[in-house]
């Protein structure tokens, strides 16, 4: 197949290493507002088609699909074209600015035809795989509490400055993450209920985030967030998490361990693996990349819905939400279907 990419910023260029190494796809297109890191990108990468308006670009056509890599308000309007030019498409997170426009663009990827996936690639990294491997097993029981730890002093800000510029911050960019693994190991969420700081006063969003979880199969979890923690051994960007079972405990910890206590007890190192132009420490993440892209190929192959598609995705998208209304308000959140 081959892809067109919208979006040549910070975290673009790991999709494109992703899809020069996914055999069959490649990426002949590119579009960017801005000109000069759009050639940058195209020179870069060797693609030869460039575009600073998506439109131009759709209307050219030569692509089966679309990696739009762009910041959320862009999301609905690239998301409709798409699919009305009759392209597969997966988009960055966070998928939507409202509910209301992530229902659009679901809507019109079905009329469409179209799969429609959202990069939410931290379900993906090799390490949470692994742990949701031990949970599905059945190996530690039915679950019963869940803890997805994120917390980290790293500086983001320096890659990506418009994280700086919002009025929400961690729950929506690093928050959503952290939830759909939650809803991963232990099922959706029927009530919410969080708390929000912010720390770092050269920011406008908050930066530290705590939310509690109540799940419909009856387990409880708490998701926590901080980009205002100092540590030593700095962890990001590792995800820590603990589930505990009627039959066990499974803790993926700091370094990538993940350990198992059941009537034995078993531990492992669970490390991703550097790709060749990864670096540390995002190569946790470079890595998922490349796994969330490759499974949104097989699944355009196989004709089935991936698992973070775009309808999978409403329901993370409507927990982000509910957390920020919970924070606003001081209270617990139901969530309606």
Not at 75 to 104: T, W, Y
Not at 247 to 264: E, F, I, N, P, W
Request: net charge negative.
């Amino acid at each position: 197949m081959n892809g067109a990419l919208i979006g040549c910023g910070f975290f673009a260029q790991n999709q494109l290493h992703a899809w020069r190494d996914i055999e069959g796809i490649e990426i002949v297109a590119l579009c960017d507002v801005d000109a000069n890191r759009l050639q940058t990108t195209a020179d870069s990468f060797n693609i030869a088609k460039t575009y600073t308006d998506a439109a131009d670009m759709f209307a050219a056509g030569g692509f089966d699909f679309v990696d739009i890599a762009t910041t959320v308000p862009s999301h609905r309007s690239l998301v409709e074209m798409a699919a009305k030019a009759g392209v597969h498409i997966i988009c960055q997170k966070p998928f939507a600015e409202n509910m209301d426009d992530a229902r659009a663009m679901v809507k019109a990827a079905e009329v469409a035809g179209k799969t429609l996936m959202v990069h939410e690639n931290f379900r993906w990294q090799s390490p949470v795989q692994a742990v949701l491997d031990v949970v599905n097993s059945g190996e530690i029981g039915e679950p019963f509490f869940c803890r997805v730890s994120f917390r980290s002093g790293y500086d983001v800000f320096t890659g990506q400055p418009y994280l700086a510029e919002g009025k929400r911050f961690i729950i929506e960019d690093l928050g959503i993450h952290i939830l759909d693994i939650a809803r991963a190991l232990v099922g959706d969420v029927d009530r919410v209920s969080a708390t929000t700081r912010r720390i770092n006063p050269n920011i406008k969003g908050e930066d530290v985030a705590t939310i509690l979880l109540s799940h419909t199969g009856g387990a409880t979890s708490v998701v926590d967030c901080s980009y205002a923690t100092q540590r030593i051994p700095e962890t990001f960007p590792q995800s820590l998490l603990e589930i505990d079972g009627s039959l066990g405990t499974v803790r993926l910890d700091a370094g990538y361990q993940l350990s198992v206590h059941t009537k034995t007890d078993t531990s492992r190192d669970v490390s991703p693996t550097l790709l060749p132009w990864a670096e540390k420490p995002w190569h946790n993440i470079q890595e998922s990349v490349l796994s969330i892209q490759q499974h949104f190929v097989e699944c355009i192959e196989k004709g089935v819905e991936p698992q973070t598609s775009g309808s999978d995705n409403l329901k993370t998208l409507a927990l982000v939400e509910a957390a920020y209304e919970s924070a606003e308000r001081g209270t617990t959140v139901t969530l309606v279907d």
